[in-house]
Every structure is written in structure tokens, then in C-alpha cells.
């Protein structure tokens, strides 16, 4: 996109800061010096997108939270970012709304909330003994999100969703609240000075919402490329990963309390040039990419030390360099280098960090295996080592990660295992140390989206493995890539991507046929299935309710690359990995599901479609 929406966002938060006036470029004055006061909301909004220098850049001497002690500043003006919850009104006087009520992570991707995102969670909408009124409440905090998040943007979506499900749900208010605003010319935040300013300037994007529901492998999958593998197996959390250093091989005294773990945090953001080149590619190309970035640096800091030498001037100081720079230009050039150079090392030390934390994930947990396993399963390649024989290894995995698998078969397979073979299956994963309370869930969730739908198709090809990497990293701790499998993926849409690319394309396939079509700007709305534009789209945005991950975030930028002119953004209700979203189904009982939901009348109504009591 010419201007993506995290630029988009940083524009309106700049322009937020400068008392709602658009700040002027290159501006030779001093900015207007002021405090910043911001709740959780606004806090984890900002973070990933303005630096401390860029708030001190624009005036913001000082930034706090809004509910912690602090003395009065006279005469200094104060911004407050916050949610206009009664506690916040009743900590402050007044609050302007500036629709900024969404997260921006990426370029290309956004997630609503992150603050109590457990009213928002897969398992709060989907919860069996949820009301009427909770849901209306859930989905109104979706919906004003997504208003905040077109406000920004500057265009108004043609929306498109599936039936009875909470996407429909959200489509059937977000097309009212905008079809509202819209109306009342006069108040309108959609005005000529927004549409037309950013990349939707030319045609409308397509909204698409789908439910989590449509799903369930894919979140519980283990992975293969950088970014989602970190967000897998590391603490990572708006863009930025908490590491535990080790301590090395000291041991306390005996009696001693044992020393506790430095922890240490990386910012894994735009600036950094390997994230964003590397953050989709499997790791054995990380990690050999790391090796590569290593060597190149240090060559040139060879070089400029060979510089230093034949000039005379060894071990001197920088002042030093300067001052003879100008006998040659070799010199000049590589002293010029130098904060390059260093910014370089900086990025090589921090991912040769993070990717040795990964690798020994990896590599103690067998991941390699279990991805290549799961592969096949969702592909229903055949399997060259039995599933119970998967769960009964000792050596492989965790018992989340066996639970993950079977999880991951369970919901895959045409027909559910026979109660012989599945209480086999259960006694393995109780010796392996299972938690069995996602897998009731599972077999009602299995049970009623077979008796509404076909099970989710996941593509038919597999990992290609080229053997096994035998690198070492020589970079102060040993990278050892010894055992691990060089996998190679081939591109194959999830069913996310394949939805998108059958409305985004304007195909006509059974699976999304009967989707609704909503157009705000019609003076009226309807319930048809059939779109008024007939040519295929050129931007779009995937919305889905119930939760994202990193992975379905990678499947569809994969998939956009090969459709040129054509750009995408990814966004959902909350972003979790495989253990959070496996918490959120492991609820020690599930009297009954419910996971339809419809609007009638302007007014939702859940009914129990299918209630069915499963022991664990």
C-alpha cells in the first residue's frame, strides 16, 4: 500500500500530540513543550509506534499514567490519551475521543485491544452460559474499534461475512454505525479531507470478517517461520521479546538462594532492516542469514582496523582518525562507517540472541518434528511414524505440545476416532502428562461444526526436508543448527487466505457463496448474498473475531506477494499463541456449546443449535 495503516495511525497520534494541528514538517522552531498522560489503552496504542525520542522530538517532556501519583506541573500544557471509562472521567476533567482505539503492530497487521482483552477473547464469546446482553456488550467493543480503525484509515469498507456467526454479528452493527455516521452530513468523520488522503483513494476496500470458529488447527499449530515462531516460544508482546539470560555454569553456594535470571528485552520493530527481511522466513534461513550478516561485519571491521594500521595510528582515539581521515579516502569512508557498522553489530548481537533462545526450543522440544508431523496430518500426506508412537516419546515434546497434536489430528480428520482407538489415544496422552480438558471442548466444537458444515480443508502438499543442518555459529555462544531439519515450505493457503482470495477475486466457490454483503453507503441495507460489484478488488482488510495469530498473518502476506498491485492488512480481536488460546479452551467443563449466534430484528439472539453432554 502507498501509506499503510501503521503510518496512517503514527500521522493521527503525531497529529493528537500537537493539540490536533497537523505538525509542520522541518519546522526550525521549538516545539511546544507539554506532559503526556495516557491509561493502559492509550500507553500499549503508542508504544509501538513512537519512540522516547520521537515524544521528546515533539515536545513531550514527561509521560504518565493517568491513575499514578504525581505532583502538579503549573502552567504546562497536558495531553490525555485515555479510554472514557467512568474511572478515568472521574481522574480528569476532560478527554477528546480520537478514534486511535486499535493496536498497530505492523505495516499490515492490527489487533483491537490488548488491556483486558479477556472480555474480547475467543473463549468470552464462546463461553456456554454467555447472555444476550454480555454478547451485545462484546460486540459493540469490537465494533467501536473497528469504526476508530476506518475513521483512521479514511475509507469506508463493501463488508463481507459469514452467516450466523459472531463476524455477522459484527457486520450487521459496524454497517449501521457507519451507514449513521455517514448520514449526519454535518458531523460525518468521513469527510473529503479523510477519503481520498490515503492508499483507498481510488477504489473501496473489501472487509472481510470471519469467525475464529472456521479454524481451530491453525492457532494450535506449531510453526517454521522467525516471527511466529518467536511469538510461539518466547515472551513476545507488542513487537517487543523479554529473554532470560542464562547464567552460565556458576552454582550458588550450598544453602544460597539461587541467582536469579537477568532478563533482557529487544525491540523487534520496523527500523530493525533483518526483522523485517527475515520475519517470514523459515528459521534454518534465519539462522544462516545471522552466520552471513556476522561475516560481512566482520570483514568490515577488519578492514577499518587494516586502515588503522597502515596509517600509524592504532589503538588511538576516534578524534585521531578524524584528524588524519583526510590522507585517504579509504579512511574517510570507512570511519563514516562506523555508526553503520556498530547499529549493524547491535542487530547481529540481538537476533543472534533471540534465535539462539529459539533454537533451543526447538531443538529440546523437537518442534522441527512436530511442525513437519502436523503438516502432513493437515494435509493428509501419509504419516511415517504412527500418532501414538508421536505421544508415547519421551523425548519429544511437552505435554502441550502432544496435546497440540493430537488436537490438531482430532480436528483434521474426515471422521472422529472410534471411543476404542480415541481412549488409547487418551490413556497416551494422560501417561505423557496431558492436561484433557481442551479435548472435551474440542470433540463438541468438532461435533457441531460437522453437523453444520464440511470439515476445514487445509491444502494437500507438505514440507520439503533437505536433510539435516550441521552449521555452527561461532558468535561468542555456539549457534549448533547439528539435528535440526532443513524444511523448506511450499505455499499453501490456510483457509483465512482462501476465503480472502475467493472474495477478494470474486470467485464463485461453495464455501463463501452465501457470505453477506453489506455497503454502507446504500441508503439501504439487505440481506443478499450477491455483490453489486462484479470486478475483483484491490485492497483489502481480514478481520477475524475470536482471536489472530502470527502465522495467518504470514499465510496471507505469502499469498499477496504473487498478486501484484494488490495489498492486504490482517487484524483480530486479540492476537494469542498456542498456549494462551489453548487456556482458553481448556475449561475443566463444557456443560454445552453454543456457537450460533443471530440477528433479528436489529436484536441478537443465541440459540443452543446443538447441546450435547460429553464426560471428559
Keep these: 500500500?502507498?501509506?499503510?495503516?501503521?503510518?496512517?495511525?503514527?500521522?493521527?497520534?503525531?497529529?493528537?500530540?500537537?493539540?490536533?494541528?497537523?505538525?509542520?514538517?522541518?519546522?526550525?522552531?521549538?516545539?511546544?513543550?507539554?506532559?503526556?498522560?495516557?491509561?493502559?489503552?492509550?500507553?500499549?496504542?503508542?508504544?509501538?509506534?513512537?519512540?522516547?525520542?520521537?515524544?521528546?522530538?515533539?515536545?513531550?517532556?514527561?509521560?504518565?499514567?493517568?491513575?499514578?501519583?504525581?505532583?502538579?506541573?503549573?502552567?504546562?500544557?497536558?495531553?490525555?490519551?485515555?479510554?472514557?471509562?467512568?474511572?478515568?472521567?472521574?481522574?480528569?476533567?476532560?478527554?477528546?475521543?480520537?478514534?486511535?482505539?486499535?493496536i498497530t503492530l505492523e505495516d499490515d497487521m492490527f489487533v483491537l485491544c490488548n488491556q483486558n482483552k479477556e472480555l474480547v477473547s475467543y473463549r468470552a464469546i464462546n463461553r456456554p452460559d454467555i447472555t444476550d446482553t454480555e454478547m451485545e456488550t462484546i460486540m459493540d467493543t469490537i465494533v467501536d474499534s473497528l469504526f476508530c480503525?476506518?475513521?483512521?484509515?479514511?475509507?469506508?469498507?463493501?463488508?463481507?461475512?459469514?452467516?450466523?456467526?459472531?463476524?455477522?454479528?459484527?457486520?450487521?452493527?459496524?454497517?449501521?454505525?457507519?451507514?449513521?455516521?455517514?448520514r449526519d452530513a454535518r458531523n460525518s468523520l468521513f469527510t473529503g479531507d479523510t477519503l481520498g488522503a490515503g492508499q483507498f483513494s481510488f477504489q473501496r476496500p473489501l472487509l472481510v470478517l470471519v469467525d475464529r470458529n472456521i479454524d481451530l488447527a491453525t492457532p494450535l499449530?506449531?510453526?517454521?517461520?522467525?516471527?511466529?515462531?518467536?511469538?510461539?516460544?518466547?515472551?513476545?508482546?507488542?513487537?517487543?521479546?523479554?529473554?532470560?539470560?542464562?547464567?552460565?555454569?556458576?552454582?550458588?553456594?550450598?544453602?544460597?538462594?539461587?541467582?536469579?535470571?537477568?532478563?533482557?528485552?529487544?525491540?523487534?520493530?520496523?527500523?530493525?532492516?533483518?526483522?523485517?527481511?527475515?520475519k517470514g522466513s523459515p528459521f534454518p534461513e534465519v539462522a544462516e542469514s545471522v552466520q552471513q550478516e556476522l561475516e560481512s561485519y566482520r570483514a568490515q571491521e577488519d578492514e577499518v582496523k587494516r586502515l588503522k594500521s597502515i596509517m600509524g595510528i592504532e589503538g588511538e582515539d576516534e578524534g585521531a582518525i578524524s584528524m588524519l581521515s583526510d590522507n585517504t579516502a579509504k579512511l574517510t569512508s570507512a570511519v563514516s562507517s562506523l555508526p553503520e557498522l556498530l547499529e549493524k553489530k547491535r542487530l547481529i548481537d540481538l537476533h543472534t540472541n533471540v534465535a539462539t533462545a529459539v533454537l533451543e526450543h526447538i531443538k529440546s522440544r523437537k518442534l522441527d518434528v512436530y511442525f513437519e508431523y502436523e503438516e502432513k496430518i493437515m494435509s493428509k500426506s501419509t504419516l511415517d511414524k504412527s500418532l501414538l508412537d508421536m505421544i508415547s516419546d519421551p523425548d519429544a515434546g511437552t505435554p502441550e505440545d502432544k496435546m497440540r497434536l493430537f488436537l490438531i489430528y482430532y480436528i483434521s480428520s474426515a471422521q472422529a476416532p472410534s471411543e476404542i482407538d480415541l481412549e488409547q489415544y487418551k490413556k497416551a496422552l494422560t501417561d505423557a502428562g496431558c492436561n484433557l480438558a481442551p479435548l472435551s471442548y474440542i470433540k463438541q466444537w468438532k461435533a457441531f461444526t460437522k453437523m453444520a458444515s464440511a470439515p476445514t480443508s487445509y491444502g494437500n502438499t507438505t514440507p520439503k526436508p533437505l536433510g539435516l543442518l550441521s552449521r555452527v555459529m561461532n558468535t561468542g555462544s555456539q549457534f549448533v543448527m547439528e539435528g535440526v531439519k532443513n524444511l523448506v515450505l511450499k505455499q499453501q493457503n490456510l483457509p483465512v487466505t482462501r476465503i480472502l482470495d475467493n472474495l477478494m477475486e470474486m470467485k464463485s466457490n461453495p464455501e463463501t457463496d452465501d457470505y453477506r454483503y453489506f455497503d454502507p453507503k446504500m441508503l439501504r441495507g439487505s440481506d443478499s448474498s450477491v455483490p453489486r460489484n462484479k470486478n475483483p478488488f484491490q485492497e483489502a482488510i481480514v478481520f477475524v473475531v475470536g482471536g489472530g495469530n502470527y502465522i495467518e498473518y504470514q499465510n496471507l502476506i505469502d499469498y499477496i506477494k504473487g498478486k501484484q498491485g494488490k495489498h492486504i492488512l490482517y487484524g483480530c480481536s486479540e492476537l494469542f499463541n498456542a498456549t494462551q488460546f489453548i487456556k482458553q479452551v481448556a475449561v475443566p467443563t463444557w456443560p454445552e456449546i453454543r456457537l450460533k449466534h443471530r440477528y433479528?430484528?436489529?436484536?441478537?439472539?443465541?440459540?443452543?443449535?446443538?447441546?450435547?453432554?460429553?464426560?471428559?
Design 600 to 616: 433479528l430484528d436489529g436484536k441478537v439472539t443465541t440459540e443452543n443449535y446443538y447441546n450435547i453432554q460429553i464426560s471428559s
Design 149 to 182: 480503525f476506518f475513521v483512521t484509515l479514511g475509507a469506508i469498507p463493501i463488508i463481507r461475512c459469514s452467516r450466523g456467526t459472531a463476524a455477522e454479528m459484527v457486520a450487521v452493527k459496524l454497517d449501521k454505525k457507519l451507514r449513521e455516521n455517514l
Design 221 to 278: 499449530h506449531h510453526t517454521w517461520t522467525y516471527q511466529a515462531l518467536v511469538h510461539d516460544v518466547l515472551d513476545f508482546h507488542l513487537n517487543r521479546v523479554n529473554l532470560e539470560e542464562s547464567t552460565g555454569a556458576e552454582s550458588s553456594p550450598a544453602g544460597a538462594r539461587p541467582k536469579k535470571k537477568n532478563k533482557k528485552s529487544y525491540d523487534l520493530t520496523v527500523s530493525d532492516k533483518f526483522w523485517q527481511k527475515h
Design 1 to 102: 500500500m502507498a501509506v499503510g495503516i501503521r503510518e496512517k495511525q503514527r500521522v493521527a497520534l503525531k497529529r493528537m500530540l500537537n493539540f490536533n494541528v497537523p505538525p509542520v514538517k522541518n519546522s526550525t522552531g521549538e516545539p511546544v513543550w507539554k506532559v503526556l498522560i495516557y491509561d493502559r489503552f492509550g500507553q500499549d496504542i503508542i508504544s509501538p509506534l513512537l519512540s522516547v525520542k520521537e515524544l521528546r522530538d515533539m515536545g513531550i517532556t514527561l509521560h504518565l499514567l493517568l491513575h499514578s501519583d504525581r505532583d502538579a506541573i503549573p502552567d504546562v500544557p497536558a495531553v490525555y490519551f485515555v479510554m472514557p471509562t467512568e474511572e478515568n472521567i472521574d481522574r480528569m476533567c476532560q478527554v477528546f475521543d480520537q478514534y486511535l482505539n486499535f
